[in-house]
């Protein structure tokens, strides 16, 4: 591993990589305040689904250089192998890219990834979108005992899944259609990955102190420098042997993720992690075809080898394979004609066109202000003198219990747990001193504290509430009427219920996974079978108090080591607790 780079600013480095894009597709333009690659408004667009895909910096081709008649509408990029924030995919979603027939979003399975843009995909249903969310999981590194609720990471099967989504989206299919397309093809798709080293991200200091010896690679590897599985010193062909085991053996109960036979037709992706040699990339593929058809009597009808999916420079590769399935789409086309399509992207094999170099534009999709979209009246009145009181009394009593929180995490996570509560609690206090006045409309209402909690919460806690708010937001809006009416706790816990289930798409966290999910749940599941709020929020301190002692299945909480968490609530259903109770009795 090398620790040098021309280039070791890591903002520039990013934002420099995305505007080459622009160089070269001068059908793609650069949002560089929101990092967002997107296509060019265009004489001869005709209006089609828009795919959105992104995530963190370091995996290119993917997905900047994916954007491209054919493909991609847009793509997000966050960091170096951090994922975008739900404010820049927000914006791609409702500025950059056209939503007249939906907008397909296709992000891997990190959960990173999966909150920011599940919150920006439940913004966009609040403002009234039609946008459904695809989360690919291929790889087979993982297996379904250390995957558990989280599932596999996703990895460069996502650009099949891609690329067959994006054809049929050119092709004017509904955004059911694409939709469902793509969730069958990412049913469809497993992969693994291998390297022979870790590697340095530019603008870091340190450098990776557990780096393979001379002959070892590291089967399994992720594409964040994520550990493998195991470790090997064998060839290239026991290395293929190992992987292709992974992926097909049906014995391998913890791996055996897709069924694949002789008569299946199946598409071979070999994907370049970033390191290897065109000249390597070669051989390996001509292995990995070899045992294919040796080992498993599998001879793919297309085979692709290539730089897809990087790992900055991973000196590594990874396999992907795709079994073909009947798309039962009224038109006819098949998995194998969407797959060769052809794609005006220069991350893609096929070039840009002629007609497009000559046609070079200056035009840019010009930004549509979404700000203020959401402050869209349900309908549903409340008292907003009331709700500000009650809600004042809540969050006090959760900046009262800081220190308790804080010491929770620090035991039990990274101990951030308590100040990023607190810092939410108090934009939301400074929002009500700094506005005098207060709508009387339910979801107006909700959407300026939802403003405030965006900006002012971050990590995994501030996103899963940003979900969970938006979504209530919605249910709200979803049951007001034509005309005015009462807001009642019936209405509050439809919507509540509603977010509930909207919250579970982009977690897995039920109760007993001691997560924040322990004091939510009895409280909406409380609140909606007695309309009792104060029943409701004893039901959720009972449900935080019984976290004590509880083995976690989700969070940090699974990866900290040391005693402690045996005597300690969990963080986060403890301080929703105490809001809940604060809120209960302001409201008496």
């Not at 793509?75 to 500025?95: D, K, M, Y």
């Not at 599998?298 to 992907?320: A, C, D, H, K, W």
């Not at 968490?565 to 009795?585: C, E, K, N, R, T």
Request: proline share 3%; charged share 20%; glycine share 12%.
């Amino acid at each position: 591993m090398s620790a040098k780079h021309f280039i070791n600013d890591p903002t520039h480095l990013v934002l420099t990589a995305l505007r080459s894009i622009t160089l070269t597709n001068p059908a793609t333009a650069l949002d560089h305040d929101n990092k967002i690659v997107y296509r060019r408004p265009d004489s001869s667009y005709s209006p089609q689904v828009s795919i959105i895909s992104g995530g963190g910096s370091g995996h290119e081709p993917s997905f900047a250089a994916f954007v491209g008649r054919g493909l991609l509408s847009g793509a997000v990029a966050g960091t170096i192998f951090a994922s975008p924030s739900a404010e820049q995919i927000r914006r791609c979603i409702l500025e950059r890219v056209d939503p007249e027939k939906g907008v397909l979003v296709v992000v891997m399975n990190y959960t990173g990834d999966v909150l920011n843009f599940g919150m920006a995909v439940e913004k966009a249903k609040a403002n009234g979108l039609d946008v459904e969310m695809v989360v690919v999981g291929d790889d087979a590194g993982v297996g379904r005992e250390q995957g558990g609720k989280v599932g596999r990471r996703g990895i460069a099967g996502t650009v099949l899944v891609q690329k067959i989504a994006g054809a049929l989206a050119a092709s004017g299919a509904s955004l059911k259609e694409v939709h469902n397309v793509a969730q069958l093809t990412a049913d469809n798709v497993v992969s693994i990955g291998s390297s022979l080293s870790h590697v340095h991200v530019p603008g870091r200091s340190d450098v990776e102190t557990s780096d393979l010896a001379a002959n070892e690679v590291e089967i399994g590897m992720g594409i964040h420098n994520e550990p493998g599985s195991e470790r090997s010193t064998g060839d290239l062909s026991a290395i293929v042997k190992q992987m292709l085991a992974h992926m097909l053996d049906p014995d391998d109960k913890d791996r055996a993720f897709l069924s694949v036979s002789k008569s299946d037709e199946t598409v071979l992706l070999v994907n370049n992690l970033g390191g290897v040699s065109v000249l390597e990339m070669g051989g390996i593929t001509s292995e990995v075809v070899g045992q294919l058809l040796s080992n498993y009597g599998i001879e793919p009808v297309r085979i692709l080898s290539g730089t897809y999916m990087t790992s900055l420079n991973g000196l590594g590769f990874s396999i992907s394979l795709l079994k073909l399935t009947d798309l039962g789409l009224s038109s006819g086309k098949s998995m194998l004609e969407l797959l060769d399509a052809p794609a005006e992207a220069t991350g893609w094999s096929a070039a840009i066109s002629t007609k497009t170099w000559q046609n070079k534009s200056d035009a840019t999709q010009e930004r549509r202000e979404s700000d203020g979209v959401e402050a869209k009246a349900s309908n549903l009145t409340f008292d907003p003198a009331l709700a500000r009181s009650a809600l004042t009394n809540a969050l006090n009593r959760l900046i009262s219990a800081e220190s308790d929180i804080t010491n929770y995490d620090t035991i039990v996570g990274d101990g951030d747990c308590g100040t990023g509560l607190r810092r939410g609690a108090e934009s939301i206090l400074s929002l009500f001193k700094e506005s005098s006045t207060s709508s009387g409309d339910a979801a107006i209402f909700l959407d300026s504290i939802i403003s405030v909690v965006e900006k002012s919460m971050d990590g995994t806690s501030g996103a899963l509430y940003a979900i969970f708010l938006n979504a209530l937001a919605h249910g709200l809006r979803s049951q007001g009427g034509a005309q005015p009416e009462p807001a009642t706790v019936k209405v509050w816990a439809n919507a509540l219920e509603s977010a509930t289930n909207s919250l579970s798409k982009y977690t897995p966290a039920k109760r007993g996974d001691r997560t924040v999910v322990d004091a939510l749940s009895p409280f909406v599941d409380t609140l909606s079978k007695t309309g009792s709020v104060k029943g409701a929020a004893e039901a959720a301190e009972a449900g935080a108090r019984g976290t004590k002692g509880m083995k976690a299945s989700l969070g940090r909480t699974v990866y900290v080591g040391g005693e402690g968490w045996q005597s300690v609530p969990d963080p986060g259903a403890h301080g929703l607790a105490v809001f809940l109770i604060g809120l209960s009795d302001g409201l008496q």
